[in-house]
């Protein structure tokens, strides 16, 4: 191409240089054009935030543990799941309103991450590990029939799903989990977050028919087993204020064997590593 033709752009329009083709045109009524009632597309819409009423102090006193207010927003997450078994666009709404942050930047942490659910859970969510070495172990397998134990009318429960009343009691959400952490007990079922390990087909079904029947099992380690909610208001950093209470809701084995035997192995042996230097020399720099 030769010469100069800053008037023409693709398509042969006439836009002159230094013009956008939006300069040129009319702004366009999308709601006037639109073959339906379309107000609700730009309307806010407010959600009824008075199911958080009694958890507003709380939300304040998080928010005054932190130098900067938005910091607060991950266990405030917890604290409106506490509330309603999920983190609904009011528990947003709420969060927002209470760190001065917009409902997407809210959103988009509510989002990001697993443990906040948006749909209600069971009173127990139970967790079943399915990365590699638990998968390998039987992870797969146990949580294939959990899904077609728990389900009903044929239908297998799938992941993030309930079986029973979502939050009533005996109700019970199965998901499969990403690594739990515990690759040297596998496999591993957490319920709300709590371990039980060595598991197989047959102690994992015993185990939720528990849940479903009203018991609460002992975790293998850990803290006494409590319900999805109370455990997110834990999550949160919010504990019983009587000491024997608070003790008697934390108090559990946590250690295994199985974790420690290399400990106890170089314990035995005379195992020791050489002591770090107090003064490390820090390797050369390559000259460039």
């Given at each position: 191409?030769?010469?100069?033709?800053?008037?023409?752009?693709?398509?042969?329009?006439g836009?002159?240089?230094?013009?956008?083709?939006q300069e040129?045109?009319?702004d366009t009524?999308?709601?006037g054009?639109?073959?339906?009632a379309?107000?609700h597309?730009?309307a806010?819409f407010v959600?009824?935030?008075?199911v958080f009423?009694?958890?507003?102090?709380?939300?304040?006193?998080?928010?005054?543990?932190?130098?900067?207010s938005?910091s607060?927003?991950?266990p405030?997450?917890?604290?409106?799941q506490?509330?309603?078994?999920?983190?609904?666009q009011?528990?947003i709404?709420?969060?927002?309103?209470?760190?001065?942050?917009?409902?997407?930047e809210?959103s988009?942490?509510?989002t990001?991450?697993?443990?906040y659910?948006r749909k209600?859970?069971?009173?127990?969510?139970?967790?079943v590990?399915?990365?590699?070495?638990?998968?390998?172990?039987?992870?797969?397998?146990i949580?294939?029939?959990?899904?077609e134990?728990?389900?009903?009318?044929?239908k297998?429960?799938?992941?993030?799903?309930?079986?029973?009343e979502?939050?009533?009691?005996g109700?019970v959400?199965?998901?499969h989990?990403?690594c739990l952490?515990a690759c040297?007990?596998?496999?591993?079922?957490?319920v709300n977050?709590?371990?039980?390990d060595?598991?197989?087909?047959?102690?994992?079904?015993?185990?939720?028919?528990?849940?479903?029947?009203?018991?609460?099992?002992?975790?293998?380690?850990?803290?006494?087993l409590?319900d999805?909610r109370?455990?997110?208001l834990?999550?949160?950093?919010?504990w019983p204020?009587?000491?024997a209470?608070y003790?008697?809701?934390?108090?559990?084995?946590s250690?295994?064997?199985e974790?420690?035997r290399?400990?106890?192995?170089?314990?035995?042996?005379?195992w020791?590593?050489?002591?770090?230097?107090?003064?490390?020399?820090?390797?050369?720099?390559e000259?460039k």
């Amino acid at each position: 191409m030769t010469g100069s033709n800053t008037g023409s752009t693709y398509g042969g329009s006439g836009v002159g240089a230094g013009t956008t083709h939006q300069e040129t045109v009319a702004d366009t009524d999308v709601l006037g054009i639109s073959p339906v009632a379309a107000e609700h597309l730009v309307a806010e819409f407010v959600e009824d935030l008075s199911v958080f009423d009694g958890i507003v102090d709380k939300a304040r006193e998080l928010v005054l543990r932190y130098p900067n207010s938005r910091s607060a927003l991950l266990p405030m997450l917890h604290l409106v799941q506490s509330v309603q078994g999920r983190v609904s666009q009011a528990g947003i709404q709420f969060c927002a309103a209470q760190l001065d942050l917009t409902p997407a930047e809210v959103s988009a942490v509510a989002t990001f991450y697993t443990m906040y659910k948006r749909k209600t859970c069971g009173e127990h969510l139970v967790s079943v590990c399915t990365n590699t070495l638990c998968a390998a172990l039987g992870g797969d397998e146990i949580y294939r029939e959990l899904g077609e134990h728990l389900g009903e009318d044929g239908k297998k429960l799938g992941h993030n799903e309930t079986a029973g009343e979502p939050g009533a009691p005996g109700s019970v959400t199965l998901e499969h989990a990403e690594c739990l952490a515990a690759c040297d007990l596998g496999p591993v079922i957490q319920v709300n977050y709590e371990y039980f390990d060595n598991q197989t087909v047959d102690s994992a079904v015993a185990l939720v028919d528990a849940l479903r029947a009203g018991e609460k099992p002992a975790p293998t380690r850990g803290a006494p087993l409590r319900d999805f909610r109370t455990a997110e208001l834990e999550l949160a950093g919010f504990w019983p204020e009587d000491e024997a209470d608070y003790r008697a809701s934390v108090d559990g084995p946590s250690a295994a064997v199985e974790t420690l035997r290399g400990a106890k192995l170089a314990e035995d042996r005379g195992w020791t590593a050489k002591p770090y230097p107090a003064q490390a020399p820090l390797p050369e720099v390559e000259k460039k």
